[in-house]
Every structure is written in structure tokens, then in C-alpha cells.
């Protein structure tokens, strides 16, 4: 079975600081890892995978993510927070190729929160 | 095409009442994917669908639950007897074969 959990229900950091929302994994062979944001009353917006090659990834607006497999984690970074970027975020997995499987199993979530 | 669609946006309906929602993938997409999310959870996998091919469902989708994608294009999920735990949003996803998936904004259920 695959898990997903995101350990910080809610984030706090002012405008400008960087960010860190924290995720951890575990699936049955290579893993696929996603994050995705939700705003109020939307479907949740794609902002980066992880499939293979280089562990620092980067997304939309700003965001990047690095992977690391021994410690089987996953967090979302951002050098300079901005307002905008409170949202809802969600940290979620699928097994690769080799392990089968298409579903996302997501972790219940962590607000952020980017205060002035 | 700007991106996947679900309609309704909201439903509400009475207890024992069935419910049928619809979700128009991303059109180049021959995956589709349904989620359930409730309050303070992430979305939980339901189904999906390859083409036209219903290719796994989960625990979740109990036998009142049913969902279609006839000629692999649009896909229908319906709740049959619906109770008041089924109220919760329900979200369309679609795919390429590899690719990640993308979400619709969600139909969200309320069951009174």
C-alpha cells in the first residue's frame, strides 16, 4: 500500500522568507511524486513532479522540490513567500512503471499561510 | 480546451435520491479519474478509466456507486440511493499515459 503524510496541518511565514511545507512517502518501488495546490472552492493546480533524474526539481510560480530518497521525503520549497501563495497544498504519490498502478494516494493537506 | 469540466458544480439533493455528474476530460487525455474529497482530507482515489476501459476502483466505490466513459470521451459517475455520507466534492482528473494529472474544479454533493 502507498502513504502519504504531510505532518504540518498548517505553515506560517511572512512575506519574503522562504518556505518549507514538509511531505513524506512510501510506496513499493520507484516512486512518482506530485505536488498540487487547492484554492477556496477549486480543483487542485499541478505545480511539480518528481519521475526521475535530478532530486531538485522546479515548478510553477516559483516553487521547487527536492527529493531524497533515503530519508523517503519529498518537501516543497520556495526561496521568497509571497501572500498569494496561501493555499492549500497537497503532497501526493504513485507507484512507478515497475510497481504498477495509476491512482495518487494524497496527504491530508497543509495550509499556508504567508502572512504581510 | 482549456482544461477539464465537471458539471454540476454543487448538487443537492435528498436522501435516497440518485445523482449523476459529469466530467469532460482534456481531450487529447485517454485517462480519466475520479476522486472523492471531504472536509480536511485529501482527494481518495475511486476509479479510472483508460479509453473506455474501467481499469481499477477502489474499496471506496460501494455498490451504489457507478461510473462510465462510453467511447472513452466524457465520463459519468452515479450514486444511486444516495445517504448523507456521500456528501463531499467529488473531482475529475484526466491524463496522458504518463503524464500527470490534471483536475476539474469538482462537483460538490450535498445530501440532505
Known amino acids: 500500500a502507498q502513504s502519504v503524510a504531510q505532518p504540518e496541518d498548517q505553515v506560517n511565514v511572512a512575506e519574503g522568507n522562504p518556505l518549507t511545507v514538509k511531505c513524506t512517502y512510501s510506496?513499493?518501488?520507484?516512486?512518482?511524486l506530485f505536488w498540487y495546490v487547492q484554492y477556496p472552492n477549486r480543483g487542485l493546480q499541478f505545480l511539480l513532479k518528481?519521475?526521475?533524474?535530478?532530486?531538485l526539481v522546479k515548478g510553477s510560480y516559483g516553487f521547487e522540490a527536492e527529493f531524497n530518497k533515503s530519508q523517503t521525503s519529498f518537501h516543497l520549497k520556495k526561496p521568497s513567500a509571497l501572500v498569494s501563495d496561501s493555499a492549500l497544498y497537497f503532497c501526493?504519490?504513485?507507484?512507478?512503471?515497475?510497481?504498477?498502478?495509476?491512482?495518487?494516494?494524497f496527504g491530508t493537506g497543509t495550509q499556508l499561510k504567508v502572512e504581510l | 480546451d482549456t482544461g477539464v469540466s465537471q458539471d454540476p458544480r454543487h448538487k443537492i439533493t435528498k436522501r435516497g435520491q440518485n445523482v449523476t455528474f459529469r466530467c469532460d476530460p482534456i481531450?487529447?487525455?485517454?485517462?480519466l479519474y475520479w476522486y472523492r474529497q471531504t472536509l480536511g482530507q485529501g482527494p481518495e482515489f475511486l476509479t479510472y478509466?483508460?479509453?473506455?476501459?474501467?481499469?481499477?476502483k477502489s474499496r471506496l466505490l460501494s455498490d451504489r456507486f457507478s461510473a462510465e466513459r462510453p467511447k472513452g470521451s466524457f465520463s459519468t459517475l452515479e450514486i444511486q440511493r444516495t445517504e448523507q455520507g456521500d456528501s463531499a466534492m467529488y473531482l475529475c482528473?484526466?491524463?496522458?499515459?504518463?503524464?500527470?494529472?490534471?483536475f476539474g474544479p469538482g462537483t460538490r454533493l450535498t445530501v440532505t
Open positions: 482528473a484526466s491524463s496522458s499515459l504518463l503524464g500527470e494529472q490534471y
Open positions: 510506496v513499493s518501488g520507484n516512486p512518482y
Open positions: 501526493a504519490v504513485r507507484a512507478g512503471l515497475t510497481g504498477g498502478g495509476n491512482k495518487l494516494t
Open positions: 518528481y519521475i526521475t533524474g535530478d532530486n
Open positions: 481531450s487529447e487525455h485517454n485517462r
Open positions: 478509466f483508460q479509453n473506455e476501459a474501467q481499469l481499477e
